[in-house]
């Protein structure tokens, strides 16, 4: 997120040299030769940091920004904005024409368009190129445009903005988009990028506009508002569609205190929004019309799957005679009923908890599947081609998910942004027109598909191949919009086996009890009780910080490693939550060390050894959001022939360099919220709940939590917010696909169109984890600040023996503390080897 720097000093200079350029934004790090400035500059040389253009070596600018005083590198300028200090006059005109930056003027043809033109000759030629025509030639003229656009363009948008509030980052990335159009669009037409950029808040666009001269109740800003309402209220919800109920309250709340008649204007608005095509209206209901194309993308596409028939599929006599269980197993009833299916159907979706057998059905599968190909190509005598076009493909949404499923598989899989070929910005190489090959299609962790990427996958798959979708049904939603899974599995014309036998952690695992338990809506009786696999410490919010350390130190001297231990929360705020639980962890697991090589970077200070979490996709450098690594180099851009500051991250044997325009996409990794955790498992989980994120708790959360503990889970906080969680479902999704699929849904009243890309907001994140970190903030913001179970409370449900508040011999209570007993009693023979199956007692 670009952070505003304030304006208190300036600076001005010649430009000597551009120390570092970013490849994917326009922020550079200059050295500037001082000619004055208003803080007493001592130095000649003074280095500078910020957003320019093309800014030229020996060229003389105006900085506007902070002295600030760097850890490392001592005293630097942050420029907010910058000026060039083109000469205004005939003769600096003439100079800046005939410098040698555009080819075929000399100082001749310079003096001929300065004489022409006058002082103003460069907005002159800016705001109309024809007023060249005559002065040079057309091959020259174009020339000398393009350049002027290329650095000035840019250098004007940048002061534009900054004049309006827009940061230098999103004008850089509207002057990509744009190109010269964006100066216009700012001033003229700024709230169209309500609809282009992704995230763009709307209360940023309005004071845009309002500097524009647009009025409160103009039109555009009711169209605008009442757009970005909806559209805020479906990605906070998960929502694909808004009631008309719904919508129109959104978007009162959006914009009904200024205006004189919102009712009407709201209503007015809706209707234009419909008729433009960028809301739909069915079944009174409004949608933005992203949502509806990509539902309507993937209902059709399934009506096609099923219309068709794979030649392979068509031969499931076969089955039987060829099918392979790997690792010798005998495959129980619906496991096998589940790979039968799997075969037959077109689209099949797999569901079932950790342990169920989803990778052993999958595994059967596709061996299965290969077995049935080659014997199909050994009888009707097939060549390599056909071969290639039935292949295998495995992905998961995340990476990490994808690594897990080859490991396991021992196939290649990959993530479906990288199937499908989608790079950041551009389209999906992979798409209706150049659909995937291969014959069939497993997606793993399809708890974890929303519907624009499911969109995006459906549109890929050619209409013969056979799809299978894994995944834990009673896992957190995806974090964007849509429902795919639920609806899936929901309607009647889409196979599903749902497998429920456990066999991983076998009997008197009490993980999965436990999950078993929360999915039925409460806490089993043992709770609170010590079991083999898992223990849980009744404690304050701000007992846990203590008490997760205590849990930590004792994983760490059994020797468990930061990769195999994770701390999970709700969210990042609060004493009990990642942000704070990570400096404690990072503490324990990687202490600081003479001479250890360290960097900053906002609130984070990364040391060599530091277990990393990647916070978005980046698919240029195929990483992806949720991927965890280890910082393995550290270079300080005060060393010794180093140029900038970076780190070098190992992602299980692919390194990624970071530099300080990339390292907002990282972050500590030794906790992490519950939706970044999706899709990984770890040994060992410490869970913290407190009553303080009450707003984000309910069944799937705590259940996609603990099922991340492949062996051990230890629960820290307060029962309360445990018991509020088991008993609340996740809130409802609405969506039109299960309708869409029935062909139930209502005829939709505008079709929707293809639509244009759209710009990606400041923090370059991709669109489910810029939703994702806005709905954990905006929750974070609503936490309720109840009060804490106080050591009254605590001492009266003990007396009481009331419910279940009654505080086992090792739980850590405000009792205590009044006491004045030590609250960690109980704890010190503990550690997470405690609650390893026996079997497991000589890895740590
Ligand atoms: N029918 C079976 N008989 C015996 N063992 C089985 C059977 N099915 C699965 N297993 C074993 O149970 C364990 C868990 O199976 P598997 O990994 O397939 O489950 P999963 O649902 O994919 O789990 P997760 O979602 O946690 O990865 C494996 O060790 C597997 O070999």
């Not at 007023?131 to 000035?152: F, H, I």
């Not at 708890?447 to 191949?465: V, Y």
Request: glycine residues 6%.
């Amino acid at each position: 997120m670009a952070r505003t720097v304030s304006e208190d000093n300036q600076v001005k200079g010649i430009l000597q040299n551009v120390i570092f350029a970013a490849k994917d934004s326009y922020f550079k790090i200059l050295s500037v030769q001082v000619e004055e400035d208003d803080f007493d500059w001592d130095a000649d040389e003074l280095i500078v940091t910020g957003t320019f253009a093309s800014v030229k070596p020996g060229s003389t600018y105006a900085f506007y920004g902070q002295l600030v005083t760097h850890p490392r590198y001592g005293q630097q300028f942050q420029a907010a904005r910058y000026e060039n200090q083109l000469a205004t006059d005939e003769k600096g005109l003439i100079a800046f024409f005939s410098s040698g930056d555009f080819a075929g003027i000399g100082k001749k043809t310079a003096e001929k368009i300065v004489d022409a033109l006058g002082e103003d000759a460069l907005d002159k030629i800016l705001a109309d190129p024809s007023v060249l025509t005559g002065l040079v030639k057309p091959k020259v003229a174009d020339n000398l445009v393009e350049t002027l656009q290329n650095n000035m363009g840019l250098e004007r948008l940048f002061a534009l903005g900054h004049k309006v509030g827009l940061s230098a980052d999103l004008a850089g990335k509207m002057y990509d988009r744009y190109g010269e159009e964006a100066q216009t669009i700012l001033q003229e037409d700024p709230y169209r990028l309500v609809y282009d950029v992704d995230g763009l808040p709307f209360k940023k666009v309005d004071a845009i506009a309002k500097t524009a001269g647009y009025e409160v109740d103009s039109v555009e800003r009711v169209k605008a508002g009442v757009f970005a309402a909806i559209q805020n209220a479906c990605f906070a919800h998960g929502h694909t569609y808004l009631t008309v109920e719904q919508a129109k309250s959104a978007a009162w709340s959006m914009l009904g205190n200024d205006l004189p008649d919102p009712e009407a204007a709201i209503d007015a608005a809706l209707g234009a929004l419909v008729a433009e095509g960028r809301l739909t209206y069915s079944d009174n209901s409004y949608q933005p019309k992203d949502l509806a194309l990509a539902e309507k993308t993937v209902a059709d596409k399934i009506e096609e799957l099923f219309s068709k028939r794979s030649d392979v599929a068509a031969d499931t006599m076969s089955i039987d005679d060829v099918f392979v269980v790997p690792d010798q197993l005998q495959l129980d009833d619906v496991q096998e009923e589940a790979v039968k299916k799997a075969l037959s159907s077109q689209l099949f979706v797999l569901t079932g908890g950790p342990g169920t057998g989803k990778t052993t059905v999958t595994k059967t599968l596709v061996k299965t599947w290969e077995a049935l190909v080659r014997n199909q190509r050994d009888r009707d005598g097939h060549d390599q081609e056909w071969l290639k076009e039935h292949r295998v493909r495995l992905a998961s949404p995340t990476g990490r998910a994808a690594k897990r499923m080859t490991e396991i598989t021992g196939y290649e899989a990959t993530t479906i942004h990288r199937l499908l070929g989608i790079s950041d910005g551009d389209d999906a190489e992979f798409n209706a027109d150049n659909p995937l090959s291969g014959g069939l299609l497993v997606i793993d962790e399809a708890s974890m598909l929303d519907i624009s990427l499911a969109a995006a996958l459906f549109e890929a798959i050619p209409k013969t191949m056979h799809v299978v979708l894994v995944g834990d049904a009673d896992q957190l939603p995806s974090v964007g919009p849509g429902n795919v899974l639920y609806d899936l599995i929901h309607s009647s014309k889409v196979d599903h086996v749902a497998l429920q036998r456990i066999y991983r952690q076998g009997k008197g695992s009490s993980i999965s009890t436990l999950a078993a338990s929360i999915n039925e809506g409460h806490l089993p009786g043992d709770f609170q009780d010590k079991q083999r696999d898992r223990s849980t410490f009744l404690t304050t919010a701000n007992q846990v910080p203590s008490a997760v350390g205590q849990v930590l130190t004792s994983a760490i001297k059994k020797g468990f490693t930061a990769d195999q231990v994770q701390v999970l929360a709700p969210m990042y705020k609060t004493p009990a939550g990642v942000k704070a639980l990570n400096q404690i962890a990072q503490d324990l697991f990687n202490p600081v060390k003479p001479g250890q090589k360290t960097l900053q970077y906002g609130d984070n200070v990364f040391r060599l050894g530091d277990k990393v979490l990647q916070l978005e996709n980046d698919t240029e450098r195929d990483i992806y959001n949720g991927d965890m690594g280890e910082v393995v180099a550290v270079h300080n851009q005060a060393d010794k022939g180093v140029s900038a500051d970076a780190l070098v991250v190992d992602f299980g044997g692919q390194e990624v360099w970071y530099t300080t325009k990339t390292l907002n996409q990282l972050t500590l990794a030794y906790a992490t919220t519950i939706h970044k955790a999706q899709g990984n498992e770890f040994k060992l989980v410490i869970l913290v709940l407190t009553s303080q994120f009450k707003i984000m708790l309910n069944q799937n959360l705590v259940y996609t939590a603990i099922t991340r503990a492949k062996e051990a889970l230890v629960m820290v906080g307060d029962y309360d917010a445990y018991q509020y969680a088991a008993e609340h479902e996740v809130p409802h999704r609405q969506t039109h696909l299960e309708e869409l699929l029935e062909g139930t849904a209502k005829a939709v009243a505008q079709k929707p169109t293809k639509s244009e890309p759209v710009i990606k907001q400041e923090s370059p994140a991709a669109k489910n984890e810029t939703v994702s970190t806005e709905f954990v903030q905006q929750n974070e913001k609503n936490v309720s600040h109840q009060p804490e179970i106080t050591a009254e409370t605590s001492l009266q449900n003990e007396k009481t023996g009331s419910d279940k508040k009654v505080l086992s011999e090792n739980c850590l209570t405000a009792a205590h503390l009044a006491a004045g007993i030590d609250p960690m009693v109980g704890m010190d023979n503990l550690s997470p080897a405690d609650f390893m199956p026996d079997n497991q007692q000589s890895l740590v």
